[in-house]
């Protein structure tokens, strides 16, 4: 095993430098630094001049691989937009991410897990019906919706109507207060969580009826087990594997942020982050941004190949 | 553990449901108070402004300095104040850095209204008004002199930067060496590199000296300056904690800014003007314009910036407890004809004033303005309507189709068998089609575009409607987009002039995107050596009285060549508790030129 996982890591060095060339080029191609300025306020002077002061007018081999050195050498450089060390940058929002992200994946572990136990105890009753029905509809609306409805409902309405109500985002708050965080955090996770949730509900559903129907549940009930001991030992730990995949291939997530749910809800992560970056052309940060992500997806499959090992003990890896 | 979920052994999906129902109330219930949200989430401000901190300076050092002393001590006086009227503007733009010469972004200038003043401020009528001078220079008062190339700048002499040193014409001259470093990368050095020098015969005269006459030079220093006395020691400002973390001389300090989340900005006792009426201001940045609504419709901000025509509808609902602000605005929507035959300019409307007129004599700018902006807004008589700089006596060119078929009748333009006019040219039969382009996911742009193209079909031109995503077709020109190559007839876009009116850069033909220079703002693509005579002319008038007759010749000129149509001047759009008062937004300063006059109603 840990020839094994030395030989995956060794292999992740080469991989991680070819993303990165990739990375640098497409960004190269497709913006420019100057675009975060109104380039038509610049005069030619000013676009020689900024070209000249920001190294834009190197050749791009040039500049990957001085940006390579320096990254190798663990310094990120500065922000091209907000002239900030980049490791201040990312290390103010990663952790902002990291607990949206941990936090919606774990209710959505919870609720898939719920919804599909539930649904092989009893099959195609009303319950499951209507938590099938639910799902799907969870499942196919666009974030940005389900993250509005939840803002007007429990932050717009219920204030008007003099119920406890939760805040927008929009509001000024302290990160460090832990009530106020909790409250900041529920609307953001839920709406993250529940499509995630839905979809991986209907994914687990449809793997536990399939273990349902094999021959070794049917054995399971014929030892006499109590229908609880045959659901959570022998038909979970069977059809949780496709979980455990599915979870690994969120753990990046976790990491690169959310978009649409930040931006809704005001909380400055990750998602963002890359997401201004790009549109700035302030590469340092981009690329930062993707090498920390590129890295955590190869982890991540690294421990979710570990993991089969655990739960499933025909798999052996040498 | 879980035994509570059980019934009878089972498990209970009743319980379960139950459980989940319970923990969102809970945490809803949370610290959820039914009454104001939680106004005071910071900690209270400190003694000493954060500026000083971060450059090490100590306020111990300052006491040398009478006035100084009284202004560093009186932040602790600060809380005492039992009820402090704080206030939130929710913004859905963020600046990038705080020093504004490094950016030259519209939410940065708005900001540093707030916290850094210059020399003279704008008002909400778009007039120039003493800030940090005693006086706006004139010919009258010996400000300016006839050769246009030195202005005299006479200071206040009672202004203190936040950090309580005195501010003086040396912290002038800093500010432009510092724009003009070459260690330095601001975003512009125009126009400070027609500054020869400046002249400081004492601490509060100030005399800029030009290579040439410059009758922009209200543009001098308009965002504030930099102080000597914190940077001096600093061989550049490039990635300096000081872009992020600046002090001023205006009537707030910023005290904190946490990038992503919120500035917090606090009454400054040392401003040289009136006190402000409110004691704390926040700005939180909301990137969803959306969210921003939903954050004033919930009381979480109490004045939102940076609406839109759109938002107006939804905003009208919420009235009274909301009050919706608009004004008309300098910056208007415009629709370029495309002037240059090297591109996919139509030669029969390049070669004819009369038939460009026609064009917009067709189409009801009036009824665009009532039905797609509420009424809400003016129809421009050319590029300076809503500014100082407007010529009066213009009207606009008047909506008149009768006139319009006479014109194209008289030209030779005859409808053929669908309505659409036709006329042979050099052998050829040409329709009159025009194509339209903008970008895509514009509402507002795409139902104009609708509306203009029924009124041309009733006058017997075809307007086809071409749009591209916008990526394509604000490309820059080296990756072929579509505005700056010229790949279009007809274009709509928003334009003004800001912050001053000199109009050389949009209609030289020097500033046509081309390949040997990409970038320009001469998007209609005119080249007219008499129109850019005259502009000329209004470069060198230094003296405003002198250049706004030039200004008021070019608006005729403009209005009889036809080059654009100027459709509608856009809206601003602010909203607020209707508790907020004195909020007097203006074109080039939006609300915060008089911040320190805003107040919340008890």
């Known amino acids: 095993m840990g020839r094994y996982i030395l030989k995956r890591s060794l292999q992740a060095i080469p991989l991680i430098l070819i993303v990165s060339i990739i990375c640098f080029v497409l960004l190269q191609l497709t913006t420019d630094p100057l675009l975060m300025y109104n380039v038509d306020r610049l005069t030619s002077d000013d676009v020689v001049r900024l070209r000249q002061q920001l190294g834009l007018d190197r050749p791009i081999y040039v500049q990957y691989f001085a940006w390579l050195k320096q990254a190798a050498l663990f310094d990120w450089g500065y922000s091209l937009a907000s002239h900030r060390p980049v490791v201040d940058v990312v290390a103010e929002r990663l952790p902002r991410t990291i607990l949206l992200g941990a936090t919606s994946e774990l209710l959505v572990v919870l609720v898939a897990l719920a919804v599909a136990i539930y649904s092989a105890w009893r099959p195609y009753s009303v319950l499951d019906n209507l938590l099938s029905t639910i799902t799907l509809a969870i499942y196919s609306m666009p974030i940005f919706l389900l993250a509005l409805m939840l803002i007007y409902l429990f932050a717009v309405y219920f204030r008007q109507w003099g119920l406890p109500y939760l805040p927008t985002g929009g509001d000024i708050w302290n990160p460090n207060d832990i009530k106020q965080l909790i409250r900041h955090l529920i609307l953001p996770v839920i709406s993250l969580a529940g499509i995630h949730a839905a979809a991986q509900a209907r994914y687990l559903r449809s793997s536990m009826l399939d273990v349902m129907n094999s021959d070794y549940i049917r054995i399971a009930r014929g030892k006499g087990l109590r229908e609880r001991a045959v659901l959570l030992r022998h038909a979970l730990k069977n059809a949780a594997i496709p979980l455990v995949t599915l979870i690994g291939l969120d753990l990046p997530r976790l990491v690169a942020g959310a978009v649409v749910t930040e931006t809704v809800f005001s909380w400055p992560g990750m998602g963002l982050l890359f997401w201004e970056g790009i549109g700035r052309g302030d590469y340092p940060v981009v690329m930062a941004v993707l090498l920390l992500v590129s890295l955590i997806v190869i982890a991540a499959q690294l421990l979710v190949d570990i993991s089969y090992t655990f739960l499933d003990p025909r798999i052996r890896y040498s | ?602």
């Open chain 2, 1 to 602: 553990m879980f035994d509570f979920l059980k019934r009878n052994g089972y498990v209970s999906r009743w319980r379960i449901v139950a459980c989940f129902l319970i923990l969102i109330l809970v945490m809803s219930a949370c610290g959820g108070q039914t009454t104001a949200p939680s106004q005071a989430p910071t900690d209270v401000p400190t003694a000493v402004p954060v500026a000083t901190e971060a450059t090490g300076k100590t306020t111990e050092e300052s006491t040398d300095i009478p006035a100084a002393t009284e202004a560093a001590e009186m932040p602790t006086e600060i809380p005492v104040s039992e009820n402090p009227k704080e206030l939130t503007v929710g913004s859905f733009l963020e600046p990038r850095v705080l020093v504004p010469y490094w950016d030259f972004a519209f939410i940065l200038h708005m900001l540093t209204r707030m916290h850094n003043v210059g020399f003279w401020n704008i008002n909400n009528n778009e007039e120039l008004i003493p800030a940090l001078c005693e006086e706006i220079p004139t010919i009258a008062n010996g400000g300016l002199v006839p050769d246009g190339k030195t202005i005299t700048v006479k200071l206040k002499q009672n202004i203190l930067w936040t950090d309580g040193e005195p501010f003086t014409a040396q912290d002038v001259v800093f500010t432009w060496q510092q724009i003009m470093n070459p260690n330095n990368a601001p975003a512009t050095t125009s126009p400070y590199d027609k500054i020869e020098s400046i002249e400081t015969p004492d601490d509060y005269t100030v005399i800029i000296k030009l290579s040439e006459p410059f009758a922009g030079w209200i543009k001098f220093f308009v965002q504030g300056f930099l102080p000597e006395h914190l940077l001096k020691d600093k061989e550049s400002l490039e990635n300096d904690p000081y872009l992020l973390n600046p002090i001023g001389t205006g009537p707030y300090e910023l005290v904190e800014y946490v990038q992503g989340s919120h500035m917090t900005f606090d009454r400054f006792d040392g401003y040289y003007g009136d006190q402000p009426k409110i004691d704390r201001i926040y700005v939180k940045f909301i990137p969803s314009v959306d969210a921003v609504v939903a954050a004033l419709q919930a009381g979480d901000i109490d004045v939102a910036v940076l609406l839109s025509e759109s938002q107006i509808p939804l905003l009208e609902k919420l009235e009274p407890e909301i009050n919706i602000i608009t004004k008309p605005l300098g910056r208007y929507e415009v629709y370029f004809f495309n002037m240059d035959l090297s591109t996919d300019a139509l030669p029969w409307l390049v070669d004819d004033a009369n038939l460009r007129r026609a064009v917009a004599m067709g189409i009801d700018r009036w009824s665009i303005v009532e039905n797609l902006l509420g009424g809400r807004t003016t129809v421009p008589n050319g590029p300076w309507m809503n500014t100082p700089w407007e010529n009066k006596d213009l009207d606009p060119i008047p909506f008149d189709p009768e006139q319009a078929k006479q014109i194209l009748d008289e030209a030779g333009w005859i409808p053929g068998p669908d309505g659409i006019r036709v006329k042979e040219i050099d052998g050829e039969e040409v329709r009159m089609s025009i194509t339209n382009s903008t970008a895509t996911g514009n509402s507002l742009r795409e139902d104009t575009q609708l509306l203009v193209q029924q009124n041309l079909k009733d006058i017997g031109i075809e307007f086809v409607i071409k749009n591209y995503p916008k990526e394509v077709m604000w490309a820059p020109y080296n990756e072929g987009g579509i505005r700056y190559s010229g790949q279009w007839h007809m274009y709509g876009q928003f334009m003004d002039y800001f912050p001053d009116p000199d109009p050389m850069d949009t209609f030289s033909c020097d500033a046509i995107a081309s390949a040997e220079k990409p970038v320009g703002l001469n998007y209609n693509r005119v080249c007219d050596p008499d129109l850019e005579a005259l502009i000329e002319k209004s470069r060198l008038a230094i003296d405003p009285v002198e250049r706004k007759k030039i200004f008021d010749e070019i608006q005729v000129y403009l209005s009889e060549k036809v080059y654009f149509i100027p459709m509608f001047n856009r809206l601003g759009v602010w909203a607020a508790k209707d508790s907020v008062t004195g909020l007097n937004p203006g074109w080039y300063t939006d609300i915060f030129w008089n911040v320190q006059e805003w107040d919340i109603a008890q």
